[in-house]
T-cell receptor
Framework: GAVVSQHPSRVICKSGTSVKIECRSL??????MFWYRQFPKQSLMLMAT?????????EQGVEKDKFLINHASLTLSTLTVTSAHPEDSSFYIC?????????????FGDGTRLSIL | QKEVEQNSGPLSVPEGAIASLNCTYS??????FFWYRQYSGKSPELIMS????GDKEDGRFTAQLNKASQYVSLLIRDSQPSDSATYLC??????????FGAGTRLFVKA
């Protein structure tokens, strides 16, 4: 069964709205989670690494003030797209590794399809 | 810059044939390797993990790893139309950092 739960699966909203996406690890603790973005027919792009109890690490070119990440507990990370605009429309996916071991595979949530009108 | 390279495809095989997907990586120190399948509009799902040189079989899937050549492959036997998807090769390069290839699109023709 699913080991990572992501919610919501789909968001359609007006330009200027802020959107929060939740990512939960199920039955295991995840000190580190990851947030990806994927445009149609393109590869996964890592946006940031979410670290429990500390600041997220953002990849080059990703605006940290635009994409706010909070990892307040060992099972929950949230991504907030602030003042979203049509160019932010994309498929956002989170992942986590079971067991907190770095050599374990990442398990992905089902993704959130964000459409900004 | 550490990289994972895959042929983007599409790779087209007839139903029942063996599909062979290949991946090369640049970080010689990598120890953990993964294959994911991603259907259109869906998130990636893990198919196989491999950590040691040689072959690892799981049902119709076989992962092959050659660290000396920095090469990892995925074989799909008795390919089915439902195997049509994009296959992502992923390599852990240390800590929690995993690099994903751009993926190979596979089409299995009925």
């Amino acid at each position: 069964g699913a080991v990572v739960s992501q919610h919501p699966s789909r968001v359609i909203c007006k330009s200027g709205t802020s959107v929060k996406i939740e990512c939960r690890s199920l039955d295991f603790q995840a000190t580190t989670m990851f947030w990806y973005r994927q445009f149609p027919k393109q590869s996964l792009m890592l946006m940031a690494t979410s670290n429990e109890g500390s600041k997220a690490t953002y990849e080059q070119g990703v605006e940290k003030d635009k994409f706010l990440i909070n990892h307040a507990s060992l099972t929950l990370s949230t991504l907030t797209v602030t003042s979203a605009h049509p160019e932010d429309s994309s498929f956002y996916i989170c992942s986590a590794s079971r067991g907190g071991l770095s050599n374990q595979p990442q398990h992905f949530g089902d993704g959130t399809r964000l459409s900004i009108l | 810059q550490k990289e994972v390279e895959q042929n983007s495809g599409p790779l087209s095989v007839p139903e029942g044939a063996i599909a062979s997907l290949n991946c090369t990586y640049s970080d010689r120190g990598s120890q953990s390797f993964f294959w994911y399948r991603q259907y259109s509009g869906k998130s990636p799902e893990l198919i196989m993990s491999i950590y040691s040189n040689g072959d690892k079989e799981d049902g119709r899937f076989t992962a092959q790893l050659n660290k000396a050549s920095q090469y990892v492959s995925l074989l799909i036997r008795d390919s089915q139309p439902s195997d049509s998807a994009t296959y992502l090769c992923a390599v852990n390069i240390g800590g929690f950092k995993t690099i994903f290839g751009a993926g190979t699109r596979l089409f299995v023709k009925a």
